[in-house]
């Protein structure tokens, strides 16, 4: 009984962190790669999510229709980028506080829009597999959490594949380090920063669908993930792509086991643990190289 | 004549005005040395090159093959895609990078992609220590291996004229020495066109094919092989006589 508990508590943990990894990985480029501190991400996850439940109301798979949206959202990301580094990095060193404000505000304003759009209520997709669960032994994973939580695994891998073996790839790595060192190597540093936020603005759109397909969401949703997704971030090791799926099926694991065991009153408490944790202990995070 | 041409250039920081009237040109295949002690101005005049600082008036144009490209004003990263590849002071590797990686970096910009390959070989036949060491992190190398990699990135860029800001900076003399014949081993066989900036005089001004000497921003004499042999007290005279006044 108690191991049954148990293992139920791991697996959905497993998949909740998978969800957080999806989510988070839009910082890890932005943030963890470029040292924006974007807490607009998550409202950038939550428009993705409501792009798709438009979609799956005429009938398109929310998963499938995300691909085409990314490109939509990429370049959303690099004309939303163009904006903010006309705005506070060419006036001089760029200010973080002024960049949290001009993101805290952006969250606001998509926030109002979304809200003017859809209303304040729920939304929520309709697929076939919500619903139906995947019984293995004791263990009950339910096709709303486990399809949705597959995308993470399979973004983290193609986006670390391409940080790691293609030039742009390079480039990107390379640019929150020294960006005269691209400019001496033929490569503009504003490009590459453009194109990397555009990445990240991208998985959001498919991060967005995945978790809508998780539960129903409304306009606000995305601020109860800011913290945890900072969280996920920080705990990888601020840039590291594998550690972002890492760290979200720790917190993801750790929560479920406070959850099932301790009080679930307690869960929400468990990431911001965790990310205090890790900057008191371990501020190079899991998988951070030492910068 | 294919040429770098440099004419009438002033630059500074903010008020601070640094280069005054500077005239210089660079021919196809020379060697230029740019001689000068500390604080006179050669890394702005380079950096004033590439685009890193911007002129306040003049121009530098690149006259090669018959097409004359001003490069007065281009960002950077656009300069050394028309041709002008630069070891800057400091280095400017990416630490985190390894030697490769910092290689294909700058061969994977628009100029350098078509023979990335090749280029890459080059540099690793050219560099052995590099090839040995090509997964090792750019920032845990010595400061005469970081040197020969930023030099090797250059490269990287198909350069038509290479600009090196004082190499042996920081350097043990030995290994100065090892640069210095890397260098000059480059511009034998590639028939590369160098500027280089050095107040170590006596090593560049044996390698150069022509040098000028630099003071408070301004080129106060220019000497050539051609004239006979650079004499080295001569050199020694006109860059300390004007650092000590
Ligand atoms: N970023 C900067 N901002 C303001 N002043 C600068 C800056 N860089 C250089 N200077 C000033 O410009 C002058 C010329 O400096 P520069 O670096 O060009 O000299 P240099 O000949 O390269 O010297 P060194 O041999 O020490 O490298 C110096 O007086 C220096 O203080
Ligand atoms: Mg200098």
Redesign the interface.
């Given at each position: 009984m108690i191991l049954e508990l148990l293992a139920n508590a791991i697996s959905t943990g497993v998949l909740l962190g998978c969800i957080y990894a999806a989510l988070a990985l839009g910082l890890a480029v932005s943030f963890g790669l470029l040292h924006i501190p974007n807490i607009a991400h998550p409202v950038f996850v939550v428009t993705g999510a409501f792009a798709a439940t438009v979609f799956n109301a005429m009938g398109f798979d929310p998963l499938l229709v995300s691909l085409p949206l990314a490109l939509v959202f990429y370049g959303a990301g690099i004309a939303f980028f163009e904006f903010y580094s006309r705005i506070y990095e060419k006036r001089g060193e760029s200010d973080t506080m002024q960049a949290l404000t001009l993101f805290f505000g952006v969250s606001l304003v998509i926030e109002t829009v979304l809200v003017m759009q859809f209303g304040a209520d729920q939304r929520s997709t309709d697929v076939d597999y919500v619903g139906q669960s995947l019984t293995l032994g004791p263990v009950v994973m339910p096709y709303r959490l486990l399809i949705p939580a597959l995308v993470a695994p399979v973004m983290v891998t193609a986006l670390w594949l391409y940080l790691k073996y293609t030039?742009a790839g390079?480039?990107i790595?390379?640019v929150a380090?020294?960006e005269?060192?691209?400019?001496?190597?033929?490569?503009?540093?504003g490009w590459i920063k453009r194109h990397a936020f555009g990445i990240a603005a991208a998985t959001a759109a498919i991060s967005g669908a995945a978790l809508v397909i998780v539960g129903p969401i409304d306009p606000f949703a995305g601020r109860m993930q800011i913290g945890r997704a900072f969280a996920v971030v920080i705990l990888a090791g601020m840039g590291s792509i594998p550690g972002t799926l890492a760290a979200g099926i720790l917190i993801g694991v750790t929560e479920a086991l406070v959850g099932a065991f301790g009080s679930p009153s307690w869960a929400p408490a468990v990431a911001f643990t965790m990310l205090l944790a890790t900057l008191a202990f371990k501020p190079s995070g899991l998988f951070g190289?030492a910068? | 004549m294919n040429r770098l041409v440099i004419e009438g250039l002033h630059a500074g920081y903010g008020a601070v005005t640094v280069l005054r009237d500077v005239s210089i040109e660079v021919r196809e295949g020379e060697f230029v040395a740019l001689l000068g002690t500390n604080g006179n101005g050669k890394s702005t005049l380079l950096n004033t090159v590439l685009g890193l600082v911007k002129p306040t008036a003049g121009r530098v144009a690149l006259e090669w093959d018959g097409r004359s490209v001003d490069l007065t004003g281009l960002a950077p990263h656009a300069i050394v895609r028309e041709g002008i590849a630069i070891v800057p002071e400091g280095r400017r590797l990416v630490p985190t990078l390894s030697v490769t990686e910092n290689l294909l970096l700058a061969g994977s910009s628009p100029r350098g992609r078509p023979a990335i390959d090749d280029n890459l070989a080059y540099c690793f036949d050219t560099f052995p220590m590099l090839k040995e060491r090509r997964a090792q992190l750019a920032g845990t190398m010595s400061g005469g291996q970081q040197q020969l990699l930023a030099i090797a990135r250059a490269l990287m860029c198909a350069p038509t004229v290479l600009v090196i800001d004082e190499p042996s900076v920081g350097l043990a003399p030995i290994v100065v020495g090892q640069v210095f014949e890397a260098i000059a081993h480059l511009q034998e066989t590639a028939r590369l066109t160098i500027l280089m900036a050095e107040q170590s005089f006596f090593q560049a001004v044996d390698v150069a094919s022509r040098a000028y000497v630099m003071s408070h921003g301004r080129i106060i004499r220019t000497l050539d092989r051609a004239d006979g042999a650079i004499d080295h007290a001569e050199i020694r005279r006109a860059m300390m006589g004007v650092a000590a006044a």
């Open positions: 030039y390079i480039a790595r390379a380090h020294d005269r060192a691209l400019s001496v190597s033929g490569i503009d540093p190289a910068r | -």
